[in-house]
């Protein structure tokens, strides 16, 4: 750290003087601070600039001691203040929504760690166990806003074309299913029953001897 800030305040003094040495008026500490940050952005600038983090010497001291950092937080972030500060940080709802994206992965793998874990398996029996846990599950479900969220979950997991496919595939199956029943127990049903055609013969000679007493009847008027 030492010699970027040596470097830096090189740089500057020379620009500095480079500007006295016409006998020109002083360039003021914005025009200083635009050279020096052009001077930073040409390719020689940012060689110098790597070329010096590149540097061993450097690198131990931009490193931070693990004893520092952990010195750190024991009178930073575990004192009553860093309590204060965090409690205060969280009810941010940006802040928290930040903290927990960057250790999402880390919290993951501990709940899969400890889903394993037998102590915590029991512990979290227990706790479902109890009634107040219980009622505040039963709560939770009739809620309506859980039933909006279930719904609109269900609706998007209908609306994923794989999901979409499977029901086509289960829905077939059943169809296919449904016609192989019916097609077999079609073949088991009674066989035809006796025709029409006998009981219309046994109609026609009563009938015809019905014609011939009204013909004898008519034969017998005539003589008359």
């Known amino acids: 750290m030492k010699r970027i800030f040596t470097l830096s305040a090189g740089l500057i003094l020379l620009l500095m003087l480079s500007g006295c040495g016409g006998g020109e008026k002083a360039p003021s500490y914005e025009e200083t601070k635009q050279m020096f940050i052009d001077l930073l952005k040409t390719n020689e600038g940012k060689k110098a600039i790597q070329e010096l983090l590149a540097d061993e010497a450097v690198k131990k001291e931009l490193?931070?001691?693990?004893?520092?950092?952990?010195d750190s937080i024991d009178t930073t972030l575990l004192s009553e203040e860093g309590k204060k500060f965090w409690e205060k940080s969280f009810k941010d709802p940006a802040f928290a929504e930040v903290i927990a994206k960057s250790m999402q992965k880390e919290n993951q793998e501990l709940l899969k760690d400890l889903m394993?874990?037998?102590e915590y398996q029991k512990m979290m029996l227990e706790l479902l166990k109890d009634p107040s846990i219980q009622e505040q599950t039963l709560t939770l479900l009739n809620s309506q806003t859980y039933r909006e969220e279930t719904k609109k979950l269900m609706m998007e997991v209908m609306e994923s074309p794989l999901v979409q496919k499977q029901m086509q595939d289960i829905l077939l199956e059943a169809a296919q299913k449904m016609g192989q029943e019916e097609g077999s127990g079609g073949g088991e049903g009674p066989g035809p029953g006796p025709g029409p055609g006998t009981g219309g013969s046994g109609g026609s000679p009563s009938g015809g001897s019905g014609e011939g007493g009204g013909g004898n009847t008519g034969s017998g008027g005539s003589g008359e």
């Open 116 to 118: 394993k874990d037998p």
């Open 63 to 70: 490193v931070l001691d693990q004893k520092v950092v952990t």
